[in-house]
């Protein structure tokens, strides 16, 4: 037996430090939640860490799920032991070559980190959803409960596959398991050497595909022979379950821990026992360890092999005193008889009834009931009501525990204060920031306790649905037994909240246990903090006794030079005061922490930290709670009273983060939702706000057009308006002659703005006797913050700009136009949104949107509120997010239910056109809707023309009712980022671009993964480091637009706004106005950079400049009038592309790294660079005879 | 004819040097450098600020947004090898050191003691056989006399001094109320060499855009006129030994350098814009030019016009100062 040694991982590292020593080839892509198990993949590889055999396994990265599989299926028909890390609709992409490796006996594991499928929504969580979508394909389908398990069943699956030839599903719960960071007992190479069999990886590659005896598979088969052979399998899955207990069993052996493919747990004579599988087991287990001792007749049975589906072992592992059973599926089959364990279980125990084999004393109840979609939390008290509901006469059947269903009635009723969690269990809570660094420390922390302890540890981490100002939540446990509370923490003895305002905003303490330890950054110090709770804290803390630091951790981090970089102090504070370690102890491994995280990042921050350590006891202080409640002022409400009664009730509930609470009945059933809810949330983030300054302005409206969350907007309007201003509120005398006479505004809307800067970095006003000071500066928000708000609500009392009544679009015109896109979750300083925005606000009131999944649909889709929004006549973007891999599809879709209404409505009316008015109906065929004035006449005579149709009872007129309004011309806009575009959705882009129909698309180019977290795409450009790209890519970005214009009929812009803004804001007019196909590629600064973003605009113009990110138009309309298509809007590059390359971390970590490589990339880049601008040069030179027909009328202007 | 000289106490076959440039840091330049016939190679300064501030900026960058969003808990490769210090220049110096054969003297600018100790241990020990202490310093701060911050150059020599056994120079800029004073300050610290001066790169504006605007502009052969003088006034009268450095593009400005004091004559600007080959052309020239004048060696000439042997000595005092403005006018 090897020499035991624990180490504190999440399952995701526990489940790929297993596949990545027992595989050569690793193909993936990266999905929530599974992505960092490739990412480990990669990193080890890349550090050239060995599998068992002393070799490093290959990591390719694919371009979707689909081709991971493919890849996969490829290189282990060539022999090659193989593996691959996916969920959620990842897995679904896999599933056709599933069919392929389980029907050809290919030993293969898969590792799985089971997400929720989307359906009315997506949902990055945990459920079976998408390992249930393949129990059909074959494989077998093995499920780990815990993260120890993760790691002990990676390998048993590894092994067994090998023996069983039957392909293996390894699966744990999404976040709860792969995401839960436990200290478990690590398994060393030797321990796996133990378990794979030499001559079962012989005979496997024996069977690859190889010409040096050739074999042939994946035959085509007729109707004579095909289901006999594939019947012929069928010995290897009868056997694959004995196996997998045989390598189970040796595994015992090994390491001690001996897994059953079903295990019981509970009485002996057990007479309600629930069947269930994955991390709520654990769950289940802890109560039947309370239930059982006080005497309680019931137990539990762990499913851990689901496929094949070993009947009779099933059957045996239920106790036989059994009357009553309750089947648990983490899944919703719509439509089914039951969920599939549930249907499992009943096929069992029916079929063994109905051949006299049945074990039982009696035949139990048997009900089946859903729990924990979308990792909805699963409690013992829930536990505890499907225990009772057991009891009952008659138990309710198919139901459902964890919410309140009052629509169908599914729920069972539990008591939510029910707790058995263990005394000797320290739990702790942190609330933080994202960027205050919380959840790092926590993590450091757990791994400080788990490994320099003799404690257990658990870690537990739930994160924002925003991108900026994101609150994280942290659930710790500590205990000298392995922790089995598979859920959040419900009763905290320490809870640390690292920032004063989340008090006026969250429950913070309501999880405090009695006597519980309450440690408050606060920046009002020991004497004054008690005068600054809300009452409610007050009250709580009084009345559950807590015992209540506080600490001024900015303060200490600003004398530090840490910043806004909270995480070490507030670590500091947790040990300091919890006691979990001896104070001297804790403060050296926390030392030991600090250098083993920092040390390569400089010298320097290491110093830092040590003092921010040291000088943090100082400042830490108890308080002395008084015995009475003194605040006269409570929380705040979540929402203004003014919101609709739906945003109060729903999103509201949700923003103060209560949603659990919400029953079935305040939902649609369809996943619809109204959009304009982000205004109703007001988040508060920026502790910094810009000021106007009239008298600098020189009214270009270009800090409005680079706002990435539409919250500084210009306005013109009526001087007499004015008069009913606030005091404060600021305007000036509107400059250009387009609105002679009327009065100019700029203002913040303080409440909602993030605090980026980006629109100080643009302004290009300056005072002229001090130029530090321009038209737009940062302030403080708090002294200014009342004065603001009233601002605010005044200016949104003005009447937009009618657009009609805008000439030329331009930038600063631009402007003047409503955004229906504001306040979204992205990150602070976001380089994507602003073409979103601009989009909106050009199109916005007659725009389809097709959204890929990313980014782009989280901030825009992700509840509780979303940022589309409509204007005041009601109109707005509509907007819909289907997959990550066929939007391109999606959109083309819309376009072709568009086009065909408005076809059929042109139908309808000519048909009509007796009754409607042969005037109206010319007039409506025939209008000019090429500007918002002939919009604006055309919806009136649509309007007209409704009013007429709505008078008639002819059948037609009814048809014509519903689709006149798509008369007038909507503009589909296709949206998404570089990872579709560039890969998983390009065949899709592709072919619609083929099509050649009336669609926009947009493609927000951050040259990286961003939502997921930084993985190299095809869009990374040459030398930028990316997960999967380690060393820095060595091959250039494909060049996506050159590939579009090759069809020749398609628009293509590449555009880079903080480069050259016009040039953005013509490229969105002419992709609208073209009638075919029309390509916007658009450069979007990235956190997934590396550098501050309030130098965003700084780099995109490094980035033209320096010709790698040349601007262009290529209109059709153009070659059609006999001119080159092709306009380079970017002259020839002023600067070398390294200048650009050295601003941002992405390029700067391969010159750290191999300053060499990076010459060399850098030299290629700009090889690259020269060549691409030279080879458009020319292109752009290229005149084709203009062709006889007429089609230079609407020529691009 | 014999050009050798002794500067930081290497025997030298000539003084022409190329002085801290970027090409310091480019093998294949540093090797074209000394095939061209450089008496040494002068490394770039690394810049402990830089370092400091990169590593702040790079750990704000990758650290603030990690950890915050349930889908990308990070947004770049966990990489070991990648390490924000002073790695990688000191790589550099092992593989110029490994590269040429001639001495190689590594640049350093520091504002800690901290960083000023470490970095030059680390210098040391990655082969430099000599470093040069830049110590540029803009004092903006009322209350910083200037006192203040000649000790704490002093202070700084003296540490680095005592950390490392090989030759340090100074690098010094022209603005001390009291170059002799401080030279000899610095002397006393045992400072192996003063290199005059650094050269500021002061930062223009720009009147259109109200911003101020980076330049570099390479320097010309007017700018030596500064460095001569004060060559002159310390030749012979400091232990350390003398280095120009600014302004010399031609076989005349070489020879006024050594002529007013210097051992080593530190080229970049015209390195920078002929090429490494410009070295091997003024070393060429200065020979012809000393046998053409009958000089027996550059010995012979070095400090012949300082200000104690030059016959006219208050050219370089204040009289000088008042005798050309009154020329100037007459003119």
Redesign the interface.
């Known amino acids: 037996m090897a020499e035991k040694s624990m180490i504190t991982v999440d399952a995701n590292e526990a489940a790929a430090s297993v596949a990545h020593r027992l595989s050569e080839v690793i193909a993936i892509y990266p999905i929530?939640?599974s992505?960092?198990m490739g990412?480990f993949a990669?990193?080890w590889s890349?550090?050239s860490k060995r599998n068992i055999w002393g070799t490093i396994p290959f990591v390719q990265e694919m371009q979707s799920e689909g081709g991971a599989a493919g890849a996969v299926h490829g290189a282990i028909q060539a022999g090659a032991l193989s593996t691959t890390f996916t969920a959620s609709q990842g897995l679904l992409l896999m599933i056709p070559n599933m069919y392929k490796i389980a029907g050809e006996l290919t030993p293969f594991v898969m590792h799985v980190s089971a997400r929720t499928l989307a359906t009315h929504a997506l949902s990055?969580f945990g459920d079976h959803g998408d390992v249930m979508a393949c129990r059909q394909t074959g494989f077998a389908m093995l499920c780990s409960n815990t993260v120890q398990e993760a790691h002990d069943f990676a390998l048993i699956a590894h092994a067994a596959t090998l023996k069983s030839r039957v392909p293996f599903l390894h699966f744990f719960d999404g976040?709860r398991t792969s995401a839960e960071v436990a200290k478990i007992s690590f398994l060393a190479d030797e321990d796996l050497r133990q378990m794979i069999d030499e001559d079962l990886v012989k005979a496997y590659r024996d069977r690859a595909l190889t010409p040096d005896h050739p074999l042939l598979r994946g035959t085509a088969q007729n109707p004579d022979t095909f289901f006999q052979q594939r019947e012929a399998c069928n010995p290897f899955f009868d056997a694959t379950p004995g196996m997998i207990q045989e390598y189970m069993d040796r595994f015992g052996k090994i390491t001690g821990r001996q897994y059953k493919l079903y295990s019981y747990e509970g009485h002996p004579q057990a007479e309600k026992v629930i069947i269930a599988m994955g991390s709520g087991c654990e769950t289940i287990g802890e109560y039947i360890e309370w239930a059982v001792a006080k005497g309680e007749k019931v137990g539990m049975l762990k499913v851990h092999l689901f496929r094949p589906f070993d009947m009779k072992g099933f059957l045996a592992a239920i106790p036989k005193t059994v009357k009553a059973v309750a089947v648990l599926d983490r899944t919703k089959e719509s439509g089914s008889a039951g969920e599939p364990l549930y249907q499992d279980a009943l096929t069992a125990v029916m079929e063994a009834r109905n051949e006299g084999t049945s074990p039982f004393a009696v035949d139990p109840k048997i009900v089946g009931g859903r729990f924990g979609l979308s990792s909805k939390e699963f409690t013992p008290a829930m536990v505890k009501a499907v225990y009772e509901n057991l009891g009952a006469a008659k138990p309710k059947n198919h139901f459902t525990i964890g919410i309140n269903d009052d629509v169908t009635h599914t729920s069972l009723a539990y008591d939510a204060e029910f707790d058995i969690e263990p005394a000797n269990v320290v739990r702790a809570m942190f609330y933080g920031?994202?960027?205050d660094?919380?959840?790092?420390a926590n993590?450091n922390s757990i791994k400080i306790i788990g490994e320099e302890t003799d404690n257990y540890a658990q870690g537990y981490?739930v994160?924002?649905s925003k991108?900026s100002g994101?609150i994280?939540i942290s659930h710790l446990r500590f205990g000298p037994k392995p922790i089995r509370s598979e859920y959040l923490i419900r009763r905290a003895n320490f809870i640390g909240c690292h920032q004063f305002g989340f008090l006026e905003k969250y429950d913070v303490l309501d999880t405090a246990a009695a006597g519980a330890v309450f440690l408050l950054n606060s920046p009002y110090g020991t004497e004054k903090t008690w005068d600054h709770l809300p009452r409610e804290v007050q009250q709580q803390i009084i009345d559950r006794k807590l015992i209540f630091y506080v600490i001024d951790a900015y303060d200490v981090a600003s004398k530090t030079g840490m910043?806004?970089?909270i995480n070490t102090i507030m670590q500091t504070c947790f040990f300091a005061i919890s006691g979990v370690l001896p104070r001297e102890e804790a403060i050296e491994q926390i030392k030991k922490a600090i250098k083993k995280t920092?040390?390569?990042?400089?010298?320097?921050?290491v110093k830092r930290n040590f003092q921010a350590v040291d000088d943090t006891l100082a400042n830490l202080h108890e308080v002395k709670v008084p015995a009475k409640v003194t605040a006269t002022v409570g929380r705040p409400p979540t929402v203004s009273p003014q919101a609709p009664e739906q945003v109060r009730n729903v999103q509201g509930v949700m923003m103060a983060n209560k949603g659990d609470s919400l029953p079935v009945s305040a939902f649609g059933a369809d996943g619809t939702w109204p959009t304009g809810t982000t205004k109703w949330e007001k988040r508060n983030i920026a502790l910094e706000i810009p000021v106007w300054d009239p008298a600098i302005c020189i009214q270009c409206n270009k800090c409005s057009m680079v706002c990435p969350h539409a919250t500084i907007r210009p306005n013109v309007f009526d001087p007499a308006l004015a008069a009913k201003a606030p005091e404060g509120f600021r305007s000036v005398d509107y400059k250009a002659p387009d609105f002679k006479g009327m009065k100019f505004t700029v203002q913040v809307a303080p409440e909602d703005c993030t605090g980026c800067g980006l629109c100080i970095s643009v302004c290009p006003a300056?005072d002229?006797a001090n130029?530090k000071h321009k038209a737009i500066n940062m302030e403080p928000k708090l002294p200014i913050l009342e004065r603001e708000k009233a601002n605010w609500a005044f200016f949104e009392t003005l009447p937009k700009v009618d657009r009609s009544k805008i000439g030329k679009v331009d930038v600063k015109s631009s402007q003047l136009f409503e955004p229906l896109f504001e306040y979204s979750g992205a990150?602070a300083g976001c380089g994507e949104t602003q073409y979103v925005k601009l989009l909106t606000q050009l199109f916005g009131d007659r725009a389809l949107i097709a959204n890929a999944t990313g980014c782009s649909s989280?901030y825009g889709g992700n509840l509780p509120t979303t940022p589309y929004t409509k204007n005041k006549d009601g109109r707005g973007p509509a907007w819909a997010n289907s997959l990550f891999e066929d939007n391109a599809e999606f959109g083309f879709g819309m376009r072709l239910a568009v086009d065909k209404h408005a076809e059929y409505a042109t139908e309808l009316l000519k048909a009509l056109a007796p009754q409607v008015g042969d005037d109206l109906v010319k007039a409506i065929l025939e209008a000019d809707q090429s500007s918002e004035a002939g919009i604006a006449a055309q919806r009136e005579r649509v309007a007209g023309l409704k009013a007429k149709v709505a008078k008639s009872s002819d059948v037609k007129a009814a048809h014509l009712g519903t689709l006149a309004d798509y008369l007038v011309k909507k503009s589909v806009w296709i949206v998404g980022g570089d990872g579709w575009a560039y890969d998983i959705g390009f065949g899709g882009l592709d072919h619609v671009i083929a099509m050649n129909r009336n669609v926009n698309i947009l493609v927000l180019d951050t040259e990286?993964y961003?939502?997921?977290?930084?993985q190299a795409s095809k869009a990374t450009p040459i030398g930028a480091?990316?997960?999967?790209?380690?060393a820095g890519k060595a091959t250039g970005k494909k060049d996506l637009g050159m590939i579009a214009m090759s069809y020749g009929h398609c628009y293509v812009a590449r555009v880079a706004f903080g480069a050259k803004d016009i040039q953005t804001v013509q490229a969105f007019q002419e992709a609208d106005s073209y009638q075919g196909v029309s390509i916007i590629i658009a450069y979007a600064h990235c956190?997934?950079h590396?550098?501050?973003l309030k130098f965003g605009l700084d780099q995109q113009k490094l980035a033209v400049d320096s010709g790698q990110w040349p601007l262009y138009r290529y209109d059709p309309r153009r070659a059609a009038a006999g001119e080159s298509a092709l306009k380079l809007d970017s002259g020839a590059p002023k600067i070398p592309v390294s200048e650009y390359m050295q601003n941002e971390?992405?390029f700067?970590?391969v010159?750290?790294?191999?300053?060499k490589r990076f010459a060399e990339l850098a030299k290629s880049a700009q090889e690259a660079a020269t060549k691409r601008i030279a080879f458009y040069e020319q292109l752009a030179a290229v005149n084709i005879a203009k062709p006889k027909a007429d089609g230079a009328k609407d020529a691009a202007q | 004819m014999d050009l050798s000289t002794t500067y930081l106490g290497f025997k030298l076959p000539h003084p022409i040097m190329p002085g801290a440039s970027p090409w310091g840091l480019d093998l294949d330049k540093v090797r074209q450098m000394e095939d061209a016939g450089a008496a040494a190679i002068v490394m770039p300064s690394l810049f402990e600020e830089q370092i400091i501030k990169e590593s702040l900026a790079t750990t704000d960058a990758m650290d603030t947004p990690a950890n915050s969003f349930a889908e990308a808990l990070s947004y770049f490769p966990n990489i070991e090898e990648f390490r924000i210090g002073p790695e990688e220049y000191l790589e550099t110096v092992r593989k110029v050191k490994a590269a040429v054969k001639v001495p190689v003297i590594a640049s350093l600018n520091g504002v800690t003691k901290g960083g000023w100790l470490d970095y030059a241990k680390l210098m040391a020990q990655a082969g430099a056989d000599a470093i040069e202490l830049n110590v540029y310093y803009l004092a903006t701060d009322m209350d910083e006399c200037g006192r203040d911050v000649e000790n704490r150059a002093i202070e700084l020599l003296t540490a680095v001094k005592a950390a490392v056994k090989i030759p340090v120079a100074v690098k010094l800029s022209p603005f001390y109320s009291s170059i002799p004073c401080m030279a000899g300050l610095l002397d006393k610290a045992k400072a192996d060499g003063l290199v005059l001066f650094n050269r500021f790169y002061q930062p223009d504006i720009n009147v259109e855009t109200l911003e101020m605007e980076r330049v570099l502009h390479l320097s010309t052969s007017e700018e030596l006129l500064l460095r001569l003088r004060w060559l002159a006034v310390l030749s012979g009268r400091v232990n350390a030994s003398l280095a120009c450095s600014g302004g010399v593009h031609t076989v005349a400005d070489a020879i006024k350098a050594v002529m007013t004091g210097a051992n080593a004559v530190q080229m970049v600007s015209a390195v920078l814009k002929n090429g490494p080959a410009v070295i091997k052309t003024i070393r060429t020239q200065m020979a012809e030019w000393l046998e053409k004048h009958e000089y027996s060696s550059l010995e012979q000439m070095q400090g012949s016009m300082n200000l104690a042997r030059s016959p006219d000595p208050s050219a370089y005092e204040r009289a000088n100062y008042v005798h050309i403005l009154q020329t100037w006018k007459a003119q």
Do not use: H
């Open positions: 929530t939640p992505s960092t990412e990669d990193e890349s550090r990055i976040w920031l994202g960027a660094g919380t959840v790092g993590k981490f994160y924002d991108k994101a994280t910043g806004q970089r920092y040390g390569k990042k400089g010298e320097e921050i300056k002229k130029p990150c989280i990286v961003s939502n997921t977290g930084g480091v990316a997960k999967f790209a380690a956190i997934a590396g550098y501050d971390t992405r700067r970590m010159e750290k790294i191999d300053p």
